[in-house]
């Protein structure tokens, strides 16, 4: 068995998680015009979570416990923009202000979550699932699953966004926040039907994140942060299909790198793209068409 | 001395430090517009940089070594930490500001120092890795045959005249014409090159001089720790200081002094003291920490101008010195306009 | 060389830009003659705005060529061209909010010995007495547009007139070779208008050349020495105002159908 192919599984499995965090991030991004740096927390809450609904309290089972946090997280998110994010941002014009907020809601959350998970690691109760060989590829069931689910939530959103009423004011929200404010679209309803959607895919993603590691600290998903954001500048900043490429590359980018350089640096492969990109390209590689 | 005294000079120590950090962000973030992000990043170097310049060279042996040292006296290596730190982040400002708008740049610059911290974690040939640098030399306390108590005391005197020297310095720059520009680029940077000013020039001078600042903060912590290594600090720590403007009042120099003083007493070194000599818990810390996400809303809501508001110069301010030109402004002229 | 004082205070030559595939301007070319105000007028979309954009800078023309002063300035940065005795003004005006109105105009004259950090730490006595100097003469400016109560407000806080004249003192206190205004009269009421046309036609006898944006032809026709009639981007005309009502193409493009509307008001 090929190493590369081990490495380039994982990275499909990356990939997986990536691709659930960075379409939220993306869909955010599209009616915000600011970075919600505490992004990585909203995922590592739908872990957290989690865990809470598995091991602590109800002592539901995994499959169970996993879409009920994420749904939690969606309506966090929703109430953290009502109550904190979205009056900032009508207040101020200045798009840096409202990203020092967002990073205080990142301090506030880790903080939190530490005094109630503290920092230990933690592990979801569930059958170990052993990897298993895959044609060139070494996967567990769980991180098979997971990667179903993935593909299954894109297709999901794609039809949402294609084939839907609502997927369509949407995606005119986000094109043109002035031009959807004057034909007759219920902003307010929109606005909280994206930023719930964001909460779940980051709350799927940061759960996602934790069964493809097989354990959860309340900081591990932050430190993905930049790996999603790198996906979605990737792709372009909020565009869907854009940043489910990006996602891909960037999951096998990061976990075929130690391949070739030091491990301790393949997070890095994401920030190197984000700054590399937003220097030279900051519309991202795949230019989005019908806009100007 | 009780452990009391000792406590309360060493976060008297660190509120000088901060004033002196966060004056550096002021003047970038509040009076030249850059959201400068990566602030945290020039603390970290000025650390390293003043323990390298302090410290004698060690070969790498057994994942422990520092690529370079030069020995010398620690009052000395603080200012020259700080010149290179500040050099370098005059660097960083004309790579990223050339290109970059400000909102991109925000993010750029977290990316940066993530991944230079990273680095430090991870290359050993440099400064060791996790293990970083030790045994950073106290200033002073050699000639002077002190202990480490005395020498914190007296050291908490040496920040505090840095920190007033630097007090000044960046009120006569903020009341020059030079500082004008800064404000000027901060309210419209487009205005700012209609008037004839080189935004970017002025851009990459208000980050190092935010630099110097940010790695002479760095280098007391170094020196008080002796040691400086990657859990030493993090890039997401520039929320803290970025906080401390915020509270204490962007664009005030005594303001920064007061947003220092309030997170460090009440929610990061006080708290840090109460928790582990009497509740015996990091829980009452972390809270803390918490509330300090807390507080910067408060603050911004409620107070956006701070604990001590910018002071606009007035026209008096401008003339005061020279009454005779207050003469040749003819009052009677004055066309009382309502536009 | 020596420059003519016949010669233009400001040409532009050929000037084209486009903002991703749509054509702005389009070969923009015509000259700005010296100590006369100029009118630079067209129907909406003609690019107007885009031009005083290219020409002081802000915008990085596709081709072309502008000249100040016998000087080519042609993808020069905007503070450059500045420095080169060009001020402008905004059609929406952009104040520097956080200031006070005299530091509004004091930041803006040329040439600070302060504005160098070396000087305000070694020459604080020469830094000092400039910076009296200055503000003296910034009250002066204030005074004679009738900003002077308003010294020490922030400029944030001036109504929509005000700040129109805060920005023609602030380029004033620059004492530009060309001023480029954008709609100076845009928005303000009409005892205002007739004070700005005053302001500037007394700008013109100091001595000064300046291209104003003006969408009021009976304006550009009052105060206006010279016109360029800008069309789709390119230069239909150029001439004085009675002679372009009779230019059949100039009317067809554009005065006809503003005649007609002014009428309409």
């Not at chain 1, 069931?141 to 794609?158: E, N, Q």
Request: contains cysteine; glycine residues 10%; charged residues 15%.
């Amino acid at each position: 068995m090929h190493l590369f192919w081990i490495d380039f599984g994982t990275g499909l499995a990356t990939a997986a998680v990536v691709a659930l965090a960075a379409t939220g991030l993306t869909l955010q991004f599209g009616i915000t015009n600011y970075i919600n740096f505490a992004y990585g927390d909203f995922m590592g809450l739908g872990a957290l979570l989690t865990f809470a609904l598995n091991n602590q309290a109800f002592h539901l089972n995994f499959w169970i416990a996993a879409p009920i946090a994420a749904i939690l997280v969606g309506v966090f998110a929703v109430i953290a923009n009502q109550l904190l994010l979205a009056p900032f941002a009508r207040r101020f014009s200045n798009p840096a202000l409202t990203m020092i907020v967002t990073f205080g809601l990142s301090l506030f959350m880790a903080n939190v979550a530490t005094v109630i998970w503290t920092g230990n690691t933690l592990f979801f109760r569930m059958p170990i699932s052993v990897d298993k060989k895959v044609g060139p590829f070494l996967w567990s069931p769980d991180v098979m699953i997971v990667m179903g689910f993935a593909v299954l939530v894109m297709v999901m959103i794609h039809l949402l966004l294609k084939t839907t009423r609502l997927g369509k004011m949407m995606r005119a929200l986000s094109d043109n926040t002035s031009l959807a404010l004057t034909s007759g679209i219920d902003v307010r309803q929109i606005t909280n039907v994206t930023w719930f959607m964001s909460g779940l895919l980051a709350g799927l993603g940061g759960i996602a994140l934790a069964v493809e590691e097989a354990n959860l600290t309340v900081t591990s998903a932050e430190s993905y942060l930049f790996v999603i954001f790198a996906a979605v500048i990737l792709g372009g900043i909020g565009s869907v299909y854009g940043a489910m490429l990006g996602a891909l590359a960037i999951g096998l980018l990061t976990e075929t790198a130690p391949l070739y350089i030091n491990a301790g640096y393949k997070l890095d492969v994401g920030f190197f793209i984000v700054i590399v990109l937003l220097l030279f390209r900051p519309q991202g590689l795949v230019p989005r068409l019908g806009r100007s | 001395m009780s452990a009391f005294f000792l406590f309360f000079m060493t976060m008297v120590f660190y509120v000088i430090v901060f004033w002196i950090a966060s004056l550096g962000l002021d003047l970038v973030w509040s009076r030249t517009g850059i959201p400068l992000f990566a602030y945290y990043l020039y603390v970290a170097v000025g650390a390293y940089l003043t323990g390298l310049f302090s410290l004698p060279h060690v070969p790498l042996q057994n994942g422990v070594g520092n690529l370079f040292g030069f020995n010398l006296p620690g009052l000395l290596a603080l200012p020259l930490a700080a010149v290179v730190t500040g050099l370098f982040a005059m660097f960083v400002g004309a790579v990223f500001m050339r290109r970059l708008r400000t909102d991109y740049l925000a993010v750029v610059m977290v990316a940066v120092a993530l991944v230079i911290w990273d680095f430090s974690q991870n290359d050993i040939t440099l400064v060791s890795g996790n293990t970083g640098l030790t045994n950073i030399p106290l200033p002073l306390a050699g000639v002077l045959h002190i202990n480490i108590n005395q020498w914190t005391y007296l050291y908490t005197g040496v920040a505090f005249v840095w920190a007033l020297a630097l007090w000044w310095i960046m009120k006569t720059v903020s009341n020059s014409p030079t500082g004008r520009v800064f404000r000027a680029i901060r309210d419209d940077s487009v205005v700012a090159a209609t008037i004839g000013k080189n935004v970017y020039r002025y851009q990459i001078l208000s980050m190092g001089i935010g630099g110097f600042y940010a790695a002479i903060a760095g280098g007391f912590l170094a020196q008080l720790a002796t040691s400086w290594n990657p859990s030493s600090w993090a890039p997401f720590e520039v929320f803290n200081v970025f906080t401390m403007v915020i509270v204490g009042g962007v664009g005030s120099n005594l303001g920064m002094l007061v947003g220092a003083a309030l997170l460090q007493v009440l929610f990061i070194q006080g708290p840090t003291y109460v928790a582990s000599n009497y509740l015996h818990s990091p829980t009452f810390e972390t809270l803390a920490a918490a509330a300090i996400g807390v507080l910067m809303w408060l603050s911004l809501w409620f107070r956006p101008q701070g604990a001590v508001p910018e002071r606009l110069k007035s026209t008096a301010w401008y003339l005061g010195r020279e009454p005779a030109l207050q003469e040749t402004i003819n009052p009677d002229l004055t066309v009382e306009e309502r536009a | 060389m020596t420059t003519q004082p016949t010669t233009p205070i400001l040409s532009t030559r050929e000037l084209r830009k486009s903002f991703l595939g749509v054509t702005a301007v389009n070969g923009a070319t015509f000259d700005v003659p010296r100590n006369l105000i100029t009118a630079l007028i067209g129907p909406n979309g003609a690019g107007k705005t885009t031009v005083v954009s290219l020409i002081s800078g802000q915008i990085k023309a596709d081709s072309g060529q502008v000249t100040i002063d016998g000087a080519d300035v042609s993808g020069w940065p905007a503070h450059r061209i500045s420095q080169q005795g060009l001020m402008r003004t905004f059609q929406l005006s952009r104040e520097l909010g956080g200031m006070t109105v005299l530091e509004n105009l004091m930041v803006s004259a040329r040439r600070q010995t302060g504005e160098n950090l070396v000087n305000v730490f070694l020459r604080p006595g020469a830094v000092k007495k400039e910076e009296a100097a200055l503000a003296a003469r910034a009250l002066e400016i204030l005074n004679r547009y009738g900003l002077y109560h308003l010294r020490d407000s922030r400029a944030q806080a001036l109504s929509g007139g005000q700040k129109k004249l805060l920005e023609i003192s602030r380029a004033v206190i620059a004492d530009p070779k060309i001023l480029l205004l954008d709609e100076p009269m845009a928005g303000v009421n009409p005892a205002l208008i007739e004070k700005i046309g005053e302001y500037i036609i007394d700008l013109r006898d100091g001595g000064m050349s300046i291209l104003m944006i003006e969408h009021n032809l009976g304006i550009v026709e009052k105060i206006c020495d010279n016109v360029v009639v800008l069309a789709e981007g390119r230069t239909l005309a150029t001439g004085k105002m009675s002679e372009l009502r009779e230019n059949e193409d100039v009317v067809r493009a554009y005065l006809g159908e503003v005649i007609n509307a002014d009428n309409g008001r």
